[in-house]
């Protein structure tokens, strides 16, 4: 799976819309972008995931640039209930791996929610 | 709607005991996985199960077995526990392999080898 790169971490207002950024300038044209959240003390969450369109869904929206090569998970209004680790990972429409399915997780984004 | 659940939630065991992680999905998933976490590693895949009776092997499979005669269950076994093994565990589940399926994660279990 090709690399992405997110900042380490970012606060927000609650109520406030919360634009948490990925680069994945090394993405390749099969590569799905997956985005998942992992709150305190739980497993990660699938949030959403797109090819090359923006998608929208009940719990957020994901912004493609043009170029694949950046995109943006869009919170339109943080809760405390936001709080969490957001995880940006690229998944091969082909060649997933050996590992069927195997998600790899950078570091990700730690977002921080002020009241 | 139960989903996937872990057991138990928190675990102390000494080290070379034999230690079992249960994972269970009510969903009828195929697939099934276990991941490790570590501070400094992120989430590293141990094993996973495309369906009942296959299984195979992840990116840090050494000290782990596993089994799944069931389709819902997914157990992990430490047959010799050890510290480095000291971790937290995840379960996941989806309908199928493949880039744009989604995987659904248990709330894990945090293992303590002494």
């Known amino acids: 799976d090709a690399k992405t790169t997110q900042p380490n971490s970012m606060e927000s207002n609650e109520e406030e819309p919360v634009h948490l950024p990925c680069n994945h300038s090394t993405i390749s044209g099969t590569d799905y972008i997956h985005w998942y959240r992992q709150l305190p003390s739980q497993g990660p969450e699938y949030v959403i995931h797109g090819l090359t369109s923006n998608v929208n869904n009940r719990m957020a929206s994901l912004a493609i640039a043009e170029d694949r090569k950046s995109s943006t998970l869009i919170l339109h209004r943080a809760t405390l209930r936001d709080a969490a680790v957001y995880y940006c990972?690229?998944?091969?429409?082909?060649?997933?791996?050996?590992?069927?399915?195997?998600?790899?997780f950078g570091k990700g984004t730690k977002l921080s929610v002020k009241p | 709607d139960a989903g996937i659940t872990q057991s138990p939630r928190y675990k102390i065991t000494e080290t070379g005991r034999q230690v079992t992680l249960m994972c269970h999905q009510t969903w009828s998933h195929s697939y099934m996985f276990w991941y490790r976490q570590d501070l400094g590693h992120g989430l590293r895949l141990i094993y996973y199960?495309?369906?009942?009776?296959?299984?195979d092997k992840g990116e840090v499979p050494d000290g782990y077995v596993v089994s799944r005669s069931k389709t819902e269950n997914f157990p992990l076994t430490l047959e010799s526990a050890t510290r480095s093994q000291t971790s937290v565990y995840f379960c996941?589940?989806?309908?199928?392999?493949?880039?744009?399926?989604?995987?659904?994660f248990g709330d894990g279990t945090r293992l303590s080898i002494l």
């Open positions: 996941a589940s989806s309908v199928r392999t493949g880039s744009n399926q989604p995987q659904h």
């Open positions: 990972i690229l998944r091969d429409v082909v060649n997933y791996g050996g590992s069927q399915g195997n998600l790899i």
């Open positions: 199960s495309a369906a009942a009776d296959i299984t």
